[in-house]
């Protein structure tokens, strides 16, 4: 089965997972996983990243270790994940129980052209972090391991690993606010409160 015609559309994968996602907090990709979280309804507890390919995960780790009493959720794409495989040892290394990655993974480069990732040719990111050490790793192709994967990105103790096969689609961009100090300024007072940033 090739990206074109996998079932799982990332809109819909990103809704669900949102829908329950409760008091989480969730760092998004740059490019299209931003706009797939835009797009289920923009939030201060989102974070998108707007220019910092590779440093969706790491900035997840920190939040991690920083708020340990809160579930956090990297929600990132495969090319994004690729820049950043490093960062996984770190994350396997430093073990948060808190934190989970959930990777939409429709094997392209959506925000230069559609190009083809490694995911295409054969690189399994889930067998990676289990390799690096996760104690949850897995790859979801169809709506049957859905449930299941969505059920460990919010609640399982991490760190856990989702990669979810996604048709190869470029649905209309759902823009977050673009300016980086309301959208900081925003996520702290949702976390911290005004007290603790005024």
């Known amino acids: 089965?090739?990206?074109?015609?996998?079932?799982?559309?990332?809109?819909?994968?990103?809704?669900?997972?949102?829908?329950?996602?409760?008091?989480?907090?969730?760092?998004?990709g740059l490019g299209a996983p931003a706009w797939d979280v835009a797009a289920a309804g923009d939030g201060p507890l989102d974070f998108?990243?707007?220019?910092?390919?590779?440093?969706a995960v790491p900035m997840g780790l920190g939040l991690a270790l920083a708020q340990p009493g809160r579930?956090?959720?990297?929600?990132?794409?495969?090319?994004e994940m690729l820049m950043g495989l490093g960062a996984l040892a770190t994350v396997a290394a430093r073990a948060p129980a808190n934190l989970a990655i959930m990777v939409l993974d429709n094997e392209r480069y959506g925000e230069t052209g559609m190009?083809?990732?490694?995911?295409?040719?054969?690189?399994?990111?889930?067998?990676?972090?289990?390799?690096?050490?996760?104690?949850?790793?897995?790859?979801?192709r169809d709506e049957?391991?859905?449930?299941?994967?969505?059920?460990?990105?919010?609640a399982?103790?991490?760190?856990?690993?989702?990669?979810?096969?996604?048709?190869?689609?470029?649905?209309?961009?759902?823009?977050?606010?673009r300016?980086?100090?309301?959208?900081k300024t925003r996520f702290r007072l949702a976390l911290l409160g005004r007290d603790a940033v005024s």
């Open 115 to 140: 190009q083809e990732t490694h995911t295409a040719r054969g690189v399994d990111l889930a067998r990676i972090a289990a390799g690096a050490g996760f104690p949850i790793a897995g790859t979801v």
């Open 179 to 183: 300016e980086a100090v309301h959208l």
């Open 156 to 177: 399982a103790p991490g760190p856990v690993f989702q990669a979810i096969k996604l048709r190869a689609e470029t649905p209309p961009r759902a823009l977050p606010p």
């Open 144 to 154: 049957a391991g859905l449930a299941a994967a969505l059920d460990a990105v919010l």
């Open 48 to 55: 998108p990243l707007w220019g910092a390919m590779g440093g």
């Open 1 to 28: 089965m090739s990206a074109d015609t996998y079932p799982l559309r990332r809109r819909a994968v990103v809704r669900a997972l949102l829908e329950r996602r409760g008091a989480a907090l969730v760092i998004a």
């Open 71 to 79: 579930r956090v959720i990297v929600i990132t794409g495969d090319g």
